[in-house]
């Protein structure tokens, strides 16, 4: 079944001040399946992060149809995109929006204020175990290093079992062992409950893990060649 179907996407951003708009996607095509995991490479600037917020509902295209689970995105109003987000996208943003009053442990549990889990203290203790983070359950994000921090959003954007996560940059400032750490995570995730992935990342070695890889350029999806 497919999960996720993009049809010719465009988004044109009207800069202020700017002479002409500049169009950032030009057409994307795309159709993810239940289950799989796709990474999202491209040059800096060529409209990765748009596209998740498209694929999101953060953002709206300029034109071109986004459908998750059969649902038309455009068809929908807000109230109904908040519930499809809390219940089914789990999201990793790029800075990563931790709420900086909150602690480790709060920030996690956020999304399960929302969509109301049962066994998410329980969730959340395991994740946090699992990318090393059980000491710091009381830290703030000010006390917190920048791959820790992002790790919690990790561990945030999976805490309501999504049925698809966006992550945008997850290993962007973690350390060799950290970063391999974090893609098997969402590797087993994906594995044993079936989460479908769109990862947008610079490392190869997490693309490499993906089912599939495509290159967003020129505004538009090219499927490379993924030594898998
Ligand atoms: N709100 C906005 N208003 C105007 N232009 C924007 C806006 N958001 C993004 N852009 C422009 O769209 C282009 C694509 O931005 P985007 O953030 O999607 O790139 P990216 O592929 O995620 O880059 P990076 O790898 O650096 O994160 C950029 O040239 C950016 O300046
Ligand atoms: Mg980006």
Known sequence: MMLLQLTDIHKRYESPGAVAATE??????????????????????????????????????????????????????????????????????????LLPQCTVLENVLVPTLVAGRDGA?????????????????SYRPGQLSGGERQRVAV???????????????????????????????LVELNHEEGTTLLVVTHSTDLAGRMDRMLELTDGSLVEKDNLK
Do not use: C, M, Y
């Open 24 to 97: 950032v996607l030009k057409g994307v095509t795309l159709r993810v399946k239940d289950g799989e995991s796709v990474a999202i490479v491209g040059p800096s600037g060529s409209g990765k992060s748009t596209l998740l917020n498209i694929i999101g509902s953060l953002d709206k295209p300029t034109s071109g149809r986004v459908l998750l689970n059969g649902q038309d995105l455009s068809q929908q109003d807000e109230k109904s995109l908040a519930a499809i987000r809390s219940r089914q996208i789990g999201f990793v943003f790029q800075l990563h929006h």
């Open 121 to 137: 203290a329980e969730r959340a203790d395991r994740l946090l175990e699992r990318v090393g983070l059980s000491g710091r359950l």
């Open 155 to 185: 561990v945030r954007a999976l805490i309501n079992a999504p049925k698809l996560l966006l992550a945008d940059e997850p290993t962007g400032s973690l350390d060799q062992a950290a970063s391999d750490n974090l893609a098997e995570l």
